[in-house]
């Protein structure tokens, strides 16, 4: 009995472009999911650089906030209370809240790195100069008997953040005279945190006073708006600043070395009266407070994290274009391309953000990028090679990667023309995937 020769079966998927082109769809959308798992791990560690400039913080000197000064005069009021059906009058203590008349600042900050194992943290020494004047309290608008004021115990306070920063003890003069501040521990005390000095008020005169502050502090300094004009000048050696708070500065100038700014602010804006009796929270309300501060931010240039963040999300783009160059130098050259190898170029262009992460926190983004890109494209390009047999097309896509990775770099530099630039560089992409497209035979099955 002759046997007849086997024919090999064919399998009508094996050249199908349309199959082909589904599987490899799929494929880009499986490879979303770690995708989104190194977006994760780059949130992970930005959150670790986080703890570790508050750890920083926390052993140096926390954000100061500069709060007052202002005046805390103590004064007799008789009441009256019905006791057992019977009204009895007796004498009380209370407090007259004044805040400055006019109120200048002028802080000089310089600024240090503070490493701390592979992070960065921004730290600075500070002196605060401080000066300005109290009126005569109104006391006629209080309702106010000027015999019930008790000028002898009259105390200047102001407040600190974290008193941890002061690197000295303050010295302030009032009317000329020198006192040195103690701490402030008082149920009236509109600061958390205070220094107080005790002194003798003067009647029917406006009253001056002067201090400065030598401190240490991180990431921000800011200041409570109390004057009914208050001036605040900042100089500094830190030249990437941010501005907190509802008032930017009035002037600022901005170089290499450094900034200058100075605000000019009046009492129209400021959520505090002048003046008020007997009631601490007007100082303590988170929300009044919050609207009437200001300050200034050393916030570091875009840092590797969020650079890194924005690369990732460009990866579903690059892996696409990625495998329809490939997809299309297959059909194009006639030589096919199983689906793992596919796989595995996909596995490489992940990979590929875990080292631009790693290799970032150690040489910065902009060399950990050169380097992660020049690796990827090197291992994708040799492998590319093996598969097609054929050196000038791995060549050539390797010179497509590397217009897809810098033209992602660029994107990622240019901020606010990112979108412009992106669009127009997309724009030309897809009308040279029409272009070279127009050779294959999409009816073949």
Same mark, same amino acid.
């Given at each position: 009995?002759?046997e ?32 989104a ?12 650089q ?8 926390d ?5 100061q ?30 407090t ?17 790195? $503070? ?13 605060v ?5 109290f ?15 008790m ?10 953040s ?6 000295n ?19 009236? /005390?509109?600061f ?37 004009t208050t001036?605040?000048e ?12 509802? #008032? ?6 901005v ?11 009046? #009492? ?24 009437a501060? $200001?300050?200034?931010k ?10 890194? /963040? ?10 696409l274009?990625? $495998? ?15 689906v793992?190898?596919?796989i /595995? ?6 990979? #590929?953000?875990?080292?631009l ?9 902009n ?19 093996s598969l ?15 217009? $897809?990775?810098?033209f ?19 724009f ?18």
């Open positions: 009995m002759t007849q020769p086997t024919q090999k079966q064919h399998k009508w998927y094996q050249d199908s472009i349309l199959f082909k082109s589904g599987v490899i769809a799929i494929l880009i959308m499986v490879l979303l999911i770690p995708s798992w190194i977006q994760g791990l780059i949130t992970d560690r930005e959150g670790y986080q703890d570790n400039i508050n750890s920083v913080s052993k140096w000197s926390g954000k906030l500069i709060n007052g000064p202002m005046l805390m005069i103590p004064f007799k009021k008789e009441i009256t209370e019905m006791i057992n059906d019977k009204t009895v009058a007796h004498e009380v203590i209370q007259l809240y004044l805040l400055p008349q006019n109120l200048q600042i002028k802080a000089d900050i310089k600024t240090q790195h $503070f490493q701390s194992g592979i992070y960065d943290a921004i730290v600075y020494n500070s002196k100069g401080v000066q300005g004047s009126d005569k309290p109104d006391l006629n608008q209080l309702g106010i008997n000027d015999d019930a004021i000028y002898d115990k009259a105390r200047l306070v102001f407040g600190l974290d008193l941890k920063g002061l690197k003890n303050p010295s302030i003069t009032i009317q000329g005279h020198q006192f040195i501040p103690e701490p402030a521990i008082d149920d009236k /005390l509109p958390d945190k205070g220094l107080q000095v005790n002194f003798q008020l003067p009647k029917d005169q406006s009253l001056t006073f002067s201090y400065q502050l030598d401190l240490k502090g991180s990431n921000e300094l800011n200041f409570l708006h109390t004057g009914k001036d605040v900042i100089n500094s050696d830190w030249s990437n600043p941010g501005f907190n708070g509802r #008032y930017l500065p009035d002037t600022r100038t170089s290499p070395t450094g900034f200058n700014a100075k605000w000019h602010l009046l #009492y129209y804006n400021r959520p505090f009266p002048q003046q008020w009796v007997n009631d601490k929270t007007v100082l303590d309300s988170n929300k009044q407070v919050k609207e501060i $200001f300050g200034v050393l916030q570091l240039p875009i840092d590797q994290y969020r650079k890194i /963040l924005r690369t990732t999300k460009y990866s579903t783009l690059i892996i274009l990625t $495998f329809v160059s490939l997809f299309l130098t297959e059909l194009i050259k006639k030589q096919s391309i199983h793992f190898n596919y /595995l170029i996909g596995a490489a262009m992940v990979v #590929y953000y875990t080292l992460l790693s290799f970032s926190e150690q040489i910065g983004y060399y950990a990028y050169l380097l992660a890109s020049v690796s990827t494209i090197a291992l994708i390009s040799l492998f590319t090679s097609l047999k054929n050196k000038g097309v791995a060549a050539l896509f390797a010179v497509i990667l590397t217009v $897809f990775y810098g992602i770099f660029i994107i990622i530099q240019l901020e606010e023309l990112s979108l412009l630039f992106g669009s127009i560089a997309l030309v992409i897809v009308a040279t995937l029409m272009y070279f497209s127009r050779k294959i035979n999409w009816n073949n099955h």
